[in-house]
């Protein structure tokens, strides 16, 4: 099912037309309304007249998720405050979050490249759509909300977690559709089996997975546990959350709606654009968004573009998959995590030293994170109990920052590897 055939499907010289005519619209509007664009602009001696032809858009200055920090909270908005209808947000690296604001029109708009990701997976108004995406500040609840509304769709808002309740649901319901990360449609599949419900029993179709890597080897297992076509779908909130590109059941590829989000590929080192089908570090512009446009955001995910018309129908660019980042933030089931939230939270605690490792895994189809924490010589000749009760103030802490729960272990003095160049903090054993 194509949601929206004409935006979908439109020819590349009228899309390109239509992109630059809404390039030279967000540029504008930013520079007249956001201080931190008319002072980036200036420095790099580019006005809005400038832009003449897509290629123009390299002149324009990149926007980081540095900058968007730096902002918080509302200096990134275009719009007088209250013309902003809702807010959501990321989690930061220093305890301040990037926020995301929406007008009446970026919610539809929302809604819109939600509603074509649905139609990818060939969700329609008779579906049933089990929602297991966290309801609140992240963006990938309300995201798919919306969307599901907008085709007509039955929606279960029933978010993250809960998983005996979520099979009952599923079972109950009859939902056709599942929304949620592929890590806990994984494990919903191993619970269903380890309950004895037959895969006769659930209806699921498709399912929409995103939030976190995942491969096509973890993609056959879910097919194999759901009975269902598990596609792949990917977003931010900094841009506007999940929506931004989706696979169709072709499943080679993401296809971005670039004529709402335009596209580009930088070598992430020297930030010159590569051309078409090189791998690179992907860069994205909101061309109609309202409440917070959003100039050249480096999202830190690398991937390569791909035009032309795919067997669905659909015009639309795709993405390859993302294989990785060019930084050192780690997604752990579907939650943004840095190191130095870690660090943060480490380094409020009197006797432990400031050396620390984070080991991820994904030993049962979830994530999980370790924290390996070294202690100092006194610190060990303590009593267990007293051992004990610091491992889980350490635990609290950590949860606490970054929103998840973790394992601690607490380690001897000068256990941990050294290095005498950049400090290795995280391992990441999971094969993605």
Same mark, same amino acid.
């Given at each position: 099912m194509i949601w929206n055939k004409e935006a979908e499907c439109m020819s590349e010289n009228d899309k390109e037309a239509l992109q630059l005519k809404r390039l030279q619209a967000v540029v504008k509007r930013a520079y007249e309304n956001v201080p931190y664009y008319r002072k980036r602009f200036d420095e790099a001696g580019v006005k809005p007249e400038d832009i003449k032809t897509l290629k123009d858009i390299e002149k324009l200055p990149f926007t980081t998720?540095? %900058?968007l920090r730096d902002a918080?909270?509302?200096?990134?908005?275009?719009?007088?405050?209250?013309d902003i209808v809702e807010v959501h947000t990321t989690s930061g690296t220093t305890g301040k979050p990037t926020v995301s604001g929406y007008t009446v029109n970026d919610l539809d708009l929302w809604g819109?490249?939600?509603a074509r990701a649905l139609g990818m997976a060939g969700a329609g108004k008779k579906d049933i759509i089990q929602n297991a995406y966290g309801y609140g500040l992240f963006t990938g609840g309300m995201g798919v909300h919306y969307g599901?509304?907008?085709?007509g769709a039955t929606v279960v808002p029933i978010s993250a977690g809960n998983t005996m309740r979520q099979l009952e649901i599923?079972? %109950?319901f009859g939902s056709t559709v599942l929304t949620c990360t592929p890590s806990y449609a994984l494990y919903l599949g191993e619970m269903a089996e380890r309950e004895g419900i037959s895969r006769e029993s659930i209806k699921l179709k498709a399912g929409v997975f995103g939030a976190e890597m995942w491969t096509e080897e973890m993609r056959n297992e879910i097919e194999k546990r759901l009975n269902l076509t598990a596609l792949n779908i990917y977003g931010l909130t900094e841009v506007i959350g999940p929506g931004v590109a989706m696979e169709c059941e072709d499943k080679n590829g993401l296809h971005i709606s670039d004529d709402h989000f335009y596209p580009e590929i930088v070598d992430s080192k020297t930030l010159e654009t590569l051309p078409e089908g090189e791998k690179g570090e992907l860069v994205l512009t909101t061309l109609t968004r309202e409440g917070m446009p959003v100039i050249r955001f480096r999202t830190k995910d690398v991937t390569a573009l791909r035009k032309g018309k795919c067997s669905c129908g659909r015009t639309l660019i795709k993405m390859d998959r993302i294989t990785g980042r060019t930084d050192d933030m780690l997604k752990i089931r579907g939650v943004i995590v840095f190191p130095s939230q870690i660090e943060k939270a480490l380094l409020k605690i009197e006797d432990l030293e400031p050396h620390y490792q984070i080991v991820v895994t994904r030993p049962q189809h979830l994530d999980e994170l370790e924290v390996q924490v070294e202690t100092s010589e006194k610190f060990f000749s303590d009593e267990v109990k007293h051992v004990e009760e610091v491992k889980k103030m350490i635990e609290d802490r950590i949860h606490s920052e970054i929103g998840l729960r973790v394992n601690v272990t607490l380690v001897e003095p000068q256990s941990l590897p050294r290095s005498e160049g950049k400090a290795v903090r995280v391992i990441d054993k999971r094969e993605i």
């Open positions: 998720k540095t %900058d918080y909270p509302f200096g990134m908005f275009a719009v007088p405050e209250d819109e490249v939600i599901a509304q907008k085709i599923m079972e %109950d």
